[in-house]
């Protein structure tokens, strides 16, 4: 082989491992870019998870204070119809107490639900976040 052929060869060998660097050194940033982006999804499904309990406090809370509006607005029409509370009114006043509390239960509880949803995606983004 002349001078050139061994050149062409060592020319060759030389750009096939830079390839390979510039390939790793991609590899390398395409995994750590995919590390940082399910970091940033982990961050958000967890503040929604947050949000979504917050929120069902807050309308649970709205649904208890209607429930007890309500409930005022039932005794002072029993109270000026001159029945006393008890017997059958009394029943209507403890059955719509129930409901609303019942009522508020369950926004809480669909809240509950939601945020877990969203802190199981933010364990998949964790994972997904350390196996990048």
Known sequence: MGGYGEAALIIGAVAAVASAGVG???ASESAAQQSAA???NRQVALNEAEAA?????LEAQRQREEGETFLARQRALIGASGVEETGSPLAVLTETAQRAEREAQIIQYGGQVQA???LS???LYGFAARNA
Not at 53 to 57: G, L
């Open 121 to 123: 995606q933010a364990h």
């Open 38 to 40: 399910a970091k940033f």
């Open 24 to 26: 790793a050194y991609a």
């Open 116 to 118: 877990g949803g969203r």
């Open 53 to 57: 309990k917050n929120a069902a406090t």
